[in-house]
Nanobody, 130 residues
Framework: VQLQASGGGLVQPGGSLRLSCAAS????????IGWFRQAPGKEREWVSC????????YYADSVKGRFTVSGDNAKNTVYLQMDSLKPEDTAVYYC????????????????????????WGQGTQVTVSS
């Protein structure tokens, strides 16, 4: 079971990027995928989640209205479309199997509840800068 985030890069403020979370060794169509990020010197932050079973999604307040998460079961991939990017979005982004429920945002508002991202793969660097 392996998930790998990719698609990061350098983008100017106001720009867009689409991150991919590709699965190998299992299918995503019955799983929930979470996105987290961590910037240097800052705490881990929950960003969004996607339920492959019913296509429901939830977002942190800091990204709501700018980020959109979606899934493509045929490609076994979940995407995080990031628009109107801001410098404060700069971080390493990680994806992993996680819960995706109406209360997920509130649960992760306590940073102590965020998972140790060391087991979530290398992540992908997103840098928003002019």
């Amino acid at each position: 079971v392996q998930l790998q985030a990719s698609g990061g890069g350098l983008v100017q403020p106001g720009g867009s990027l689409r991150l991919s979370c590709a699965a190998s060794g299992f299918t995503l169509d019955v799983l929930n995928i979470g996105w987290f990020r961590q910037a240097p010197g800052k705490e881990r932050e929950w960003v969004s989640c996607f339920s492959s079973m019913d296509s429901s999604s939830y977002y942190a307040d800091s990204v709501k209205g700018r980020f959109t998460v979606s899934g493509d079961n045929a490609k076994n991939t979940v995407y995080l479309q990031m628009d109107s990017l801001k410098p404060e979005d700069t971080a390493v982004y990680y994806c992993g199997v996680d819960m995706c429920l109406p209360g997920t945002k509130d649960y992760y508002s306590d940073h102590n509840n965020t998972p140790d991202l060391g087991s979530w793969g290398q992540g992908t660097q997103v840098t928003v800068s002019s």
